[in-house]
């Protein structure tokens, strides 16, 4: 085709630009097989456990017969997660005010930013150890391992989520519109209440739905706070029986069918983390902010 | 339309320390033994046909700084009550600074600060006991860029400056009627008042934004570029409105547009690389400009 | 409700009472004493650490904790350094692995792929994230690696003339641990560099496309310089995630604290060490304060890698960098004149 004026691209370049362009093709391929192996073999080894029982029964604990569900496990990662949330958000989405209406872009801001930054880097691990020491083995609130502390190692884990994202969406919230109501005569956290809060919730709720998904997936913090239990448990000072625990302990058995409560449990976590993901991509697909 | 009258005379400046009004370059003597209006001259709150006596506010040598930029250099000027007086020169010379001093805006960019006196009919807006929020709810401002709560319906983004001013007890309904009928905004909006205000027209939402800014009964009111973003029709209009505020109100407009500033403007003062280089009546300034940078400017030999 | 002009007495206008200011005062407070409370928290979280780990560090020297290869709670010995070895070694593998795919995917749904299908690659991508940590090293232990021994085996006796590479092939091992790191730590490298890649200006592409370039020499030329400081940031972040991670690491790395000379051999990490070892570890003083100073040997390693990344970013920083051209020519202009 390249006749007359149009000087022909030599076919190096040619073959250079669809040899890359079919590297990064296949490179978001690749990116993408984990995904569905992964969700492939929870459907396949899992699924089959799906039942009523499945789901209304706690585990028993024997060692064979009637192993019994994940009701109870369940039920304390819904319970965990929820009080790590009324934990973390509030204070995090606070920090992130801090940080976007006074402290911009000063030394101190820059330090907490840092810091927040530090705290998403901490393994979870090493939050279960801090919780540990300073909440379980000390027995504070009468109890050693108790479910509220795990609740608060989760929170210390959704904490700098919270405010990095939450920080990000009242970046985006538009100048004009904090300045024309600071000049109506607004004080500041009038400005802040019903100005800049309402127009960020989309994405504030985005960002805290994001810290919840990680938080109900973590394990580590758990062990060393919270330990598992059988039974239903709604009283947030004893142990507390979770998903990632349950799976964690499962997994470690030697009877198949034990292992396989593993797999349907598994599923179910990443079925619940998933729809809370899915639910924050949506909710961000309604804010008005873009970046 | 327009009628300046003599600032010396005007008795509401009951300035405690008069200042000297004008910059040593500017032309101000002629503005102001010009006209007198007539609104004006009856100085007393009751009954007032023509509209509200508003204030006076004057700058004595203010210096502006962003950082270590320093913005604006020693302007003194006096903007005459009920009157609108308009800010004209090129990119950068510092009149939307000097606007955004006037209520105390300018110190909300990081690092910006402002030295030098500011006064509201003689009392002075930087004092330490003066409160930021009451210097702006006395000093509303109406922005470049029209910008609408988007989270509120027409009727509530009037209402916030309401709410966001915590004045309480005010008929809600009555204050939306009636600061959209002064914004003349009401007979387009009257049946979807409960839209959303992101859903107007570039034009109205403009002036949906003024009406919000005289739902709380400013005295003055600063107009950054409010046209500079709309089309030409929707700018007639909004001129329009200007004319009628300046019953009620002092208005300080900046504009880049100098047949703007000719067409809504009692006076009119020109500003370059941050200094006032003069103000005076705008036909004044437009047809005989005592400075040469002026005339140059309004020639359009640059900016 | 409405001033009137007249009737404004001198200064009472301009004022509110102490009552009315003091929400504003009381939020501003709080506001900051939280955001301070993270400083305390950490101090408090640094120090508490510190102190569990003086019992190790007293009984054999913070050196020796770090740098001895000695990992044997049985004889009191705690040399981290096969630990650490091991962190470091999966988190590097993870590196190389996830990066160039996950830099990939990202200019992939940037730049490449039909505008449609962009929404749902992102949220596809952002799922990885969403599988919890613990499902990854089940997957490792019983999808991964019997079926990827083979191969690894393959690799092994084809590629021995490489470094660290062939020998037997281990179950669990380095390699495993580092590829479930590596699809991980993809999600964040990859969001990140989607972030900074869309703020490459159009007219910079444009220009090198103007030019005649073809889109991969756009890519070259426009797109990967000026996103360069942004993804090695990224790629830092990965590296703190890939770190840090347990539970997956724990699964699928073999748990033997040795230092392995194969990519393919077991070894153990630092994280993996406490989440394994903490149970029977917290009867015994001294084996629970080596744990404990594990963890805060991986707080150091977060802390240095996250101040690395943000200084690496912050290099790249457009706006510090117009900053930086401003001033200094503001200094060089200096003298009178320059309003803004």
């Not at chain 3, 305390?40 to 979280?45: A, D, I, N, P, Q």
């Not at chain 3, 709670?73 to 350094?81: A, N, R, Y």
């Not at chain 3, 999966?90 to 990202?106: D, F, M, N, R």
Request: charged share 15%.
């Amino acid at each position: 085709m390249s006749t007359g004026i149009l000087p022909p691209i030599s076919a190096r370049r040619r073959r250079t630009d669809r040899l890359m362009s079919g590297l990064f093709y296949a490179a978001t391929g690749i990116a993408l097989v984990p995904l569905l192996l992964i969700i492939g073999y929870l459907i396949k080894e899992g699924a089959s456990q799906f039942s009523a029982a499945f789901f209304t029964t706690d585990p028993t604990g024997n060692f064979a017969g009637d192993i019994g569900g994940i009701r109870s496990a369940v039920l304390g990662t819904i319970e965990m997660v929820a009080i790590a949330t009324l934990i973390s958000v509030p204070i995090g989405i606070a920090v992130a005010i801090w940080l976007v209406e006074y402290g911009k872009r000063s030394k101190p801001a820059a330090i907490i930013r840092y810091l927040i930054d530090v705290m998403t880097g901490v393994p979870s691990v090493v939050f279960g150890l801090f919780i540990y020491v300073s909440l379980v083995e000390t027995g504070i609130g009468g109890s050693g391992f108790a479910a509220w502390k795990g609740s608060v190692a989760i929170s210390l884990l959704m904490l700098p989520i919270v405010a990095r994202s939450s920080e990000v969406v009242l970046e985006l919230v538009p100048n004009g519109l904090r300045e024309s109501a600071l000049a109506l005569g607004a004080p500041r956290w009038r400005v802040i209440a019903t100005v800049v809060l309402p127009t960020a919730l989309p994405g504030l709720i985005t960002g805290s739905l994001l810290a919840v998904a990680r938080g109900a997936g973590e394990t580590a913090p758990l062990l060393f706070t919270v330990q598992a239990a059988m039974g239903i448990n709604f009283n947030l000072s004893e142990r507390m029986n979770s998903l990632p625990l349950e799976i964690f302990n499962d997994v470690q058995s030697s009877n198949p069918a034990v292992v396989t409560r593993a797999w349907g449990a598994a599923l179910t976590l990443v079925l619940l983390v998933l729809a809370i993901t899915l639910l924050a991509r949506i909710v961000a697909g309604r804010s008005r902010l873009k970046p | 339309m327009s009628d300046p009258k003599p600032l010396q005379d005007n008795p509401m400046t009951q300035d405690p320390d008069p200042l000297e009004p004008h910059t040593g370059e500017s032309a101000a003597e002629d503005f102001a033994s010009s006209e007198v209006p007539e609104l004006v001259a009856n100085d007393s709150e009751q009954a007032m046909p023509a509209g509200r006596r508003s204030h006076t506010i004057t700058t004595q040598g203010l210096d502006a700084y962003y950082g270590d930029n320093h913005a604006v250099r020693n302007v003194t000027i006096e903007y005459a009550p009920n009157s609108v007086t308009s800010m004209i020169g090129p990119s950068g010379c510092g009149k939307s600074t000097v606007l955004r001093c006037l209520n105390r805006m300018h110190e909300e960019i990081p690092g910006a600060y402002a030295t030098g006196d500011i006064r509201l009919d003689g009392m002075n807006l930087y004092a330490p006991d003066v409160d930021v929020v009451a210097v702006r709810r006395a000093i509303g401002m109406v922005f470049q860029k029209p910008n609408p709560f988007p989270t509120m319906s027409i009727a509530d983004n009037v209402a916030a400056g309401l709410k966001l001013a915590g004045i309480r007890g005010a008929d809600k309904d009555e204050t939306v009627e009636r600061s959209l009928i002064a914004a003349g905004l009401w007979d387009e909006v009257k049946d979807r008042l409960s839209h959303p205000g992101i859903g107007l027209s570039g034009g109205q939402q403009q002036r949906l934004c003024i009406a919000r800014t005289i739902a709380t009964q400013p005295n003055v009111i600063l107009m950054d570029e409010p046209c500079s973003a709309l089309d030409p029709i929707a700018t007639l209009k909004i001129e329009d409105l200007i004319h009628e505020l300046k019953r009620d109100y002092t208005i300080i407009i900046v504009t880049h547009n100098m047949q703007q500033a000719a067409r809504v403007a009692d006076l009119t003062s020109f500003f370059l690389q941050g200094e006032l280089v003069e103000i005076g009546g705008t036909d004044q300034i437009f047809t005989n400009p005592t400075d040469s940078r002026t005339e140059d400017y309004i020639s359009g030999k640059f900016g | 409700m409405t001033v009137e002009a007249g009737s404004v007495g001198e200064r009472s206008m301009l004022e509110r009472s102490p009552m009315a200011r003091l929400p504003d005062r009381a939020l501003r407070w709080i506001l900051t004493a939280l955001s301070f409370g993270i400083l305390l928290l950490l101090v408090y979280f640094f120090g508490k650490l510190s102190l569990e780990s003086v019992d190790v560090f007293q009984h054999q020297g913070i050196l020796s904790f770090v740098f001895s290869n000695d990992w044997n709670p049985s004889k009191s010995q705690f040399g981290g350094l096969a630990l650490l070895f091991g962190s470091v070694a999966t988190a590097l593998i993870a590196l190389v692995i996830g990066v160039p795919i996950a830099v990939a995917t990202a200019v992939f749904i940037v730049e490449l792929c039909p505008s449609r299908l962009r929404s749902p690659l992102t949220i596809l991508v952002e799922l990885l994230a969403a599988v919890p940590s613990v499902v990854y090293g089940l997957w490792g232990v019983f999808f991964l690696i019997p079926r990827l021994r083979p191969f690894e085996q393959w690799a092994a006796d084809t590629f021995s003339f490489l470094p660290w590479v062939g020998g037997p092939v281990a179950g669990p091992s380095y390699f495993i641990a580092g590829l479930i790191l590596a699809i991980m730590i993809i999600p964040v490298v990859s969001a990140i560099s989607r972030e900074v890649i869309s703020t490459v200006p159009t007219d910079h592409k444009e220009a090198a496309l103007a030019l005649g370039a073809t889109r991969w020499e756009m890519i070259r030329t426009a797109i990967l310089p000026y996103s360069r400081s942004g993804i090695s940031g990224a790629a830092m972040l990965g590296l703190g995630r890939a770190l840090g991670e347990t539970i997956a690491v724990t699964l699928v790395i073999g748990n033997a604290a040795v230092i392995g000379h194969q990519i393919f051999d077991q070894g153990y990490s630092l994280a993996a060490v406490i989440a394994n070892e903490f149970g029977e570890a917290s009867a015994v003083p001294l084996y629970s304060s080596a744990l404990f100073a594990c963890g805060l040997l991986l707080f150091i390693v977060t802390l240095v890698v996250n101040g690395l990344a943000r200084y690496i970013v912050s290099l790249g920083d457009i706006e510090r960098r117009v900053e930086r051209a401003r001033r200094s020519e503001r200094k060089s202009a200096a003298a009178p004149g320059g309003a803004a």
